[in-house]
């Protein structure tokens, strides 16, 4: 026989899971293991890189003991901006510009010249580059200035219709140059101006990426290619003005000529005095082939100019093998690739332009710096970021990747709710 059914009986509750609990840090939890996996190799190559430096002084635990300290300050930057709200970002955005704008003019009258470069501020206790902040401040404003045009954003021009100056004054081309074409067009190129006279492979590299927001932003191409072509030509007489063009000219006809082409402002001494700090970053990955051939054992770290730095990724294959290039390879990629999601879930326009462009920043210096260890690109000086020794480097890759973490914890819990939503939920 059956037992009545009570129906008073109250429900059973569940057992609180531990799972159920709040998680430590909320957002993109492959975006952490990245980074952790990041800092992790910086380690291990940066240890291995700089036998050469502890030969002019000190040892590698000395700069692997530095390296861990940078490691530390880069995760407390990285949790800052993590913590930080796409609401106060966006209120910062414009005093971020202009202080690193500042910062980097500053630099060509206070800084300190390295390879006849003025592009460092000496504070004492520690040497940066504020182009490298520019870059960051210039996606910040990049992104500011579409999302704030979105709803027209197929309709704006970055250029006036015609090179007349004449009917400039007529209130259509007013409200193109004024309203459209400055607020884009102005911040990619104070900053380019700014930064290429120190380092022209960095102006380069802000426009590519800031070409690159334009088209995802929604930009029409035909409003991109005209800016290109015009931005080719004012580029080419600034590098002549500035000096440069006989640097980047050097540099391509050292790339075309390859290892053919001989150091002639040095007396060989041996036969590798012959060949440019590119020939022998390929012939490092040569040696290393698929395996590498052992931690520590580098050959070529002791002919290269900056093994722990400029030519790092060469350094890495010879030692650790193609396996372990195609690891920080895959890395960079996946990073990119988890930004775009982020990207794509943002319901603010700002906030995922701001993602993705960052993203963008970190992943094609990388992929920049791997194109001239391997060849295929010619010197442009680029570090590997979160791998080189650099502080600035580490730290800056660090701001932009706690930015893009503390945007996708937004979009987890729900809070990232653009300004023109929030005003109608006021209303309401």
Known sequence: MKEPIDTNQQPQKEVPSILAKRRLLPGDR???????????????????????????????????????GTL????????????????????????????????????YIFGDATNDAHRWLN?????????????????????????????????????????????????????????????????????????????????????????????????????????????????????????????????????????????????????????????????AIQNGGFFGVGAGRSVMRARLTHPESDYLFAIVVEEFGLLLSFVIILLYLWLFFRALRIFEKCEWLYAGLLAVGLALLVTSQGFLHIGVTIGFLPETGQNLPFLTQGRTGMFCASIAVGIILGISRQVEQGTLVPPSQQTKDKRI
Not at 249 to 267: I, P
């Open 72 to 107: 530390c300050v880069s995760a407390v930057l990285m949790f800052g901006c993590y913590i930080m709200g796409a609401k106060f970002l966006r209120k910062m955005t414009g005093l971020a510009y202009t202080a690193a704008l500042l910062l980097t003019i500053a630099a």
């Open 123 to 283: 504070l004492g206790f520690f040497r940066f580059q504020p182009s490298e902040l520019l870059k960051i401040g210039t996606i910040m404003l990049l992104a500011a200035k579409l999302s704030a045009k979105h709803h027209r954003i197929q309709q704006i021009h970055l250029l006036p219709t015609t090179f007349d100056v004449r009917k400039w004054a007529t209130p259509r081309e007013r409200n193109i140059i004024f309203d459209e074409m400055l607020p884009i067009v102005a911040p990619i190129a104070l900053s380019c101006m700014a930064i290429l006279p120190a380092h022209t492979s960095s102006a380069l590299h802000i426009f590519i990426v800031s070409i690159v927001i334009l088209f995802i932003a929604g930009i029409r191409w035909q409003e991109i290619a005209k800016l290109t072509t015009v931005a080719a030509v004012a580029g080419l007489f600034l590098l002549i003005v500035a000096g440069r063009w006989g640097v980047v000219k050097d540099r391509l006809a050292e790339y075309v000529g390859g290892g053919d082409k001989a150091k002639t402002e040095q007396v060989s001494r041996s036969i590798m005095d012959k060949y440019s700090d590119s020939d022998r970053s390929r012939m």
């Open 30 to 68: 492959v975006l952490w293991v990245i980074v952790a996996m990041f800092f992790a190799i910086s380690m291990v190559v940066v240890y291995s890189a700089t036998s050469q430096l502890a030969f002019k002084g000190g040892s590698t635990s000395d700069f692997l003991h530095k390296h861990i």
